[in-house]
């Protein structure tokens, strides 16, 4: 099933790519849109209502992504977040934290330790809900557009953001088919690994054990590590909340983004598990 989606999305894609979700999952029965989805992941967090929470999206920028992002790409939301994280720039920042606040959350005197998830300084505060412990990150940097931080992930599988309008995917082809390319030299790689295997994905240190064919147009094809890319360049998997009359490309300011590995990138050899 997932192979038909494949040919879908490799071909070249000069309008939002919507892909139907909901054929997908008629097999299994399902018919689910992408806000009953993103509902079912965000109601054990005390959130209600997707309405109030797609709004904040809209009036400040914010974009939810980490694993609740990931679970809307699968079918079915096949695994449920351990907790969510909401991406703004500093001048919304005020606002979604007074969101989650208003959901019961209180602010965590210190915060986690997340130096090995990014390579860039980036402000973090930690909400817990003092009766679910549930857990909600606000996070913000001093980048120009907000999914820049996303591009600097330790996955290709995790470069995934809702936002106002919808779900978009950086790295589709992969992603959806539960594949992705690891890209953090870390002594947590092998959790990171772990943690996305336990979610049915296999990560890999180069795009030739992903599937990418060894002789590709580097630089060029969208998933050499060397190509820049562009929210704009069709690419990208976006599925939409609603039918728009707007185009992505007016509804999404555009950004560019290289990966920080270069393409043979294979230097890493995996570090024995005990
Ligand atoms: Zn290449």
Redesign the pocket.
């Known amino acids: 099933m997932l192979q038909t989606n494949f040919g879908k999305l490799s071909t070249r894609l000069d309008k939002p790519i919507k892909i139907d979700m909901a054929q997908l999952e008629t097999e299994q029965g399902e018919n689910l849109s992408l806000d009953d989805k993103l509902f079912a992941l965000i109601s054990p967090f005390h959130f209600t209502s997707t309405d109030p929470l797609r709004e904040l999206m809209r009036n400040t920028g914010m974009v939810i992504s980490g694993s609740t992002a990931l679970a809307l790409t699968t079918q079915n939301n096949d695994f449920f977040p351990n907790d969510i994280d909401l991406y703004v720039l500093p001048p919304g920042f005020p606002a979604v934290l007074q969101y989650v606040e208003d959901h019961g959350y209180k602010i965590e005197p210190s915060s986690r330790a997340t130096a090995n998830y990014y390579h860039q300084n980036i402000i973090i505060v930690k909400l817990t809900h003092p009766v679910s412990h549930k857990t909600v990150n606000v996070m913000s940097n001093l980048d120009s557009h907000v999914v820049k931080c996303i591009t600097r992930f330790h996955s290709t599988v995790v470069m995934n953001y809702v936002s106002w309008f919808g779900l978009v995917v950086l790295y589709p082809e992969w992603t959806l088919q539960k594949r992705g390319l690891l890209l953090a030299n870390t002594s947590t790689s092998n959790d990171i690994i772990t943690k996305y295997v336990n979610r049915g994905y296999s990560l890999h240190r180069n795009?030739f054990d992903i599937g990418a064919p060894n002789q590709?147009r580097?630089?060029i094809?969208p998933y050499?590590?060397?190509?820049t890319r562009s929210l704009h360049d069709s690419h990208c998997f976006i599925e939409l909340f609603e039918p728009a009359q707007d185009n992505f490309t007016t509804i999404q300011r555009d950004m560019t983004w290289t990966l920080p590995v270069p393409?043979?990138f294979d230097a890493i050899a995996p570090t024995a598990r005990n």
């Open positions: 795009i590709h580097c630089g094809d050499c590590p060397s190509t393409c043979s």
